[in-house]
């Protein structure tokens, strides 16, 4: 019984750990965001492309037939405008931002949140314009630069 009870207790630490609490987040949200753009593109941008071009609204009934096999091609063509219309929001939205950011790191710009350093004695958090940490007591010198006083 007491290694069912450690095995239970491992299990839990292994749900209740960040990275894998953050993939079930990020797995129900891609789901979310799948089928926000799945219907924006069935409802929405196959009218339009049915308006401008004629038909019924959708690919999906589009066929041709090569001795009696049946093609559905349409259905690969609504998969396919899908697909585009969710990897062009996820760059714009995700991987363009990001980007951004990472940019901005590298000219040297900090983000404006990150205000505080580590002691070098104790490894408190301390302010960055700190010349002596408040646990250790310990001289640290100011940081070099605009955020020194």
């Not at 239970?8 to 965001?33: H, P, Q, T």
Request: glycine residues 8%.
């Amino acid at each position: 019984m007491a290694e069912k009870k450690g095995v239970l207790k491992e299990f839990k630490e292994f749900i209740l750990r960040g990275n894998v609490v953050d993939l079930a987040v990020a797995v129900v949200i891609g789901a979310a965001f799948g089928a926000v753009i799945t219907a924006m593109v069935s409802d929405l941008f196959m009218p339009l492309i049915a308006a401008i071009f004629g038909g019924k609204g959708a690919f999906e009934n589009l066929t041709f037939t090569i001795h009696h096999s049946v093609f559905r091609y349409g259905s690969f063509i609504d998969a396919l405008i899908s697909f585009l219309v969710i990897a062009a929001a996820i760059f714009l939205f995700v991987v363009k931002p990001l980007n951004m950011m990472a940019a901005r790191r590298a000219r040297g710009q900090a983000d404006p949140e990150l205000t505080t350093r580590p002691c070098p004695e104790c490894l408190t958090e301390i302010p960055k314009a700190a010349v002596r940490c408040s646990a250790c007591t310990a001289q640290v010198g100011a940081v070099p630069g605009p955020t020194a006083l």
